[in-house]
T-cell receptor, first 118, second 107 residues
Framework: GAGVSQSPSNKVTEKGKDVELRCDPISGHTALYWYRQSLGQGLEFLIYFQGNSAPDKSGLPSDRFSAERTGGSVSTLTIQRTQQEDSAVYLC????????????????FGQGTRLTVV | RKEVEQDPGPFNVPEGATVAFNCTYSNSASQSFFWYRQDCRKEPKLLMSVYSSGNEDGRFTAQLNRASQYISLLIRDSKLSDSATYLCVVKGNQFYFGTGTSLTVIP
């Protein structure tokens, strides 16, 4: 498809289980971002990829959270030993570049993964 | 200090009203500026980019004041369909999102 694709769209998991969220960015977009949004709250930055490297992962809330990106394309966000406070919508966005050239381009969002930890 | 600060509102305005949102940003080296719109339970989508000279798109006008480091969005003749959360976005090394301003347009 032409847009950012995230899967699954919904995930219900038991507390303590691991989950893996996937983001397929727009083809050719080198920058990829993960955000988290709790109900009624703003976007919380998690991590930013430029290609396969992560220049900024300062937003990851704990060492239970990790993310990787391979081949400069698909990214996975993994949450280990999920807790109830991890329940949120996890949004992925991509853009043609991070810094520098073509800096006026926007970020395009996927529809998000709604994670519920019970 | 947050990179981008916005008044969260909520703003409740009657149809036809003019409403203005402001936001401030902390990094003077920021390169690009945007307003995004987010509907309930949906992902954010670009409303408009903000250019140094100011720009208009129909009923929407965006302005940037680099000296004071603030960005504004003016919505004229509000419609019911304008009800949403409006996110101020600043791009430096990455995208920085404000927490959003909630707008409800009342019949």
């Amino acid at each position: 498809g032409a847009g950012v694709s995230q899967s699954p769209s919904n995930k219900v998991t038991e507390k303590g289980k691991d989950v893996e969220l996937r983001c397929d960015p727009i083809s050719g977009h080198t920058a990829l971002y993960w955000y988290r949004q709790s109900l009624g709250q703003g976007l919380e930055f998690l991590i930013y990829f430029q290609g396969n490297s992560a220049p900024d992962k300062s937003g990851l809330p704990s060492d239970r959270f990790s993310a990787e990106r391979t081949g400069g394309s698909v990214s996975t966000l993994t949450i280990q030993r999920t807790q109830q406070e991890d329940s949120a919508v996890y949004l992925c966005a991509s853009s043609p570049s991070g810094t520098g050239m073509i800096s006026n381009t926007e970020a395009f969002f996927g529809q998000g993964t709604r994670l519920t930890v019970v | 200090r947050k990179e981008v600060e916005q008044d969260p509102g909520p703003f409740n305005v009657p149809e036809g009203a003019t409403v203005a949102f402001n936001c401030t940003y902390s990094n003077s080296a920021s390169q690009s500026f945007f307003w995004y719109r987010q509907d309930c339970r949906k992902e954010p989508k670009l409303l408009m980019s903000v250019y140094s000279s100011g720009n208009e798109d129909g009923r929407f006008t965006a302005q940037l004041n680099r000296a004071s480091q603030y960005i504004s969005l003016l919505i004229r003749d509000s419609k019911l369909s304008d009800s949403a959360t409006y996110l101020c976005v600043v791009k430096g090394n990455q995208f920085y999102f404000g927490t959003g301003t909630s707008l409800t347009v009342i019949p």
